[in-house]
């Protein structure tokens, strides 16, 4: 599957603007500043398709990015501290709209840093994906900061806290060595096919 033929399709900022869901979608969801820019440019090898940001909590857009069989779509971090309340909500009711819709959803990977145990928010999201029935797995990011006897014990802890979501797929990643790249694109294409 061609993951290099890429566009920037659309930023919808409410409801309302979001596209038809004309394509089997992959979605990408996580704290803001959890690497999740930076996991989509890997996956399509560009360098500013989605933009790695200076400044945590900007990204208050669905953004669309239009590939040949799919489209990834990149929901706006969530959980920065210093956004305001309005903004909170504006972000639920974008978010919540976009799954509310009847939406060709194939996969939703759910972002989460390695190095450190998940937020409320992080909870909240996959407690919100399971109960929904929705096909999701974790990526486990930026690996390359820990040493390897933190990998292990960081995945072993991870591995445990959803032990009871049956079948999660769980993969480890790095956008700094590209670890894990190639796992996540098999397992886009396995469920597109599907
Ligand atoms: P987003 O807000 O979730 O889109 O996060 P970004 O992709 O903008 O990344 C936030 C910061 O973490 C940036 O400084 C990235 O360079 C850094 N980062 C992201 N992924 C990794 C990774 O796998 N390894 C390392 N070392 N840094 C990363």
Do not use: C
């Not at 969801?29 to 400044?55: C, E, F, M, P, T």
């Not at 208050?60 to 929901?75: G, P, Q, S």
């Amino acid at each position: 599957m061609n993951f290099n033929e890429v566009q920037f399709e659309f930023a919808a900022g409410t409801k309302e603007q979001l596209p038809k869901s004309d394509m089997p979608e992959i979605v990408f969801s996580g704290h803001s500043n959890v690497g999740k820019s930076s996991l989509i440019n890997k996956l399509v090898q560009r360098k500013a398709l989605a933009r790695v940001s200076a400044q945590p909590g900007k990204t208050a857009t669905i953004n669309f990015y239009k590939l040949r069989e799919f489209r990834m779509v990149d929901l706006p971090g969530y959980g920065y501290a210093k956004v305001s309340k309005n903004e909170k909500k504006r972000w639920a009711e974008l978010v919540e709209g976009y799954f509310a819709q009847e939406r060709n959803i194939k996969l939703i990977i759910q972002i989460l840093d390695m190095r450190h145990p998940p937020t409320d928010d992080d909870l909240e999201m996959v407690d919100f994906l399971y109960k929904s029935n929705y096909p999701f797995a974790v990526v486990l990011t930026k690996r390359d900061k820990l040493n390897k006897t933190n990998q292990k014990l960081q995945l072993e802890y991870y591995q445990d806290i959803f032990s009871t979501i049956e079948d999660l797929p769980m993969i480890e990643f790095s956008a700094q060595d590209g670890y894990g790249k190639e796992e996540i694109k098999a397992l886009i294409e396995s469920h597109i096919l599907q």
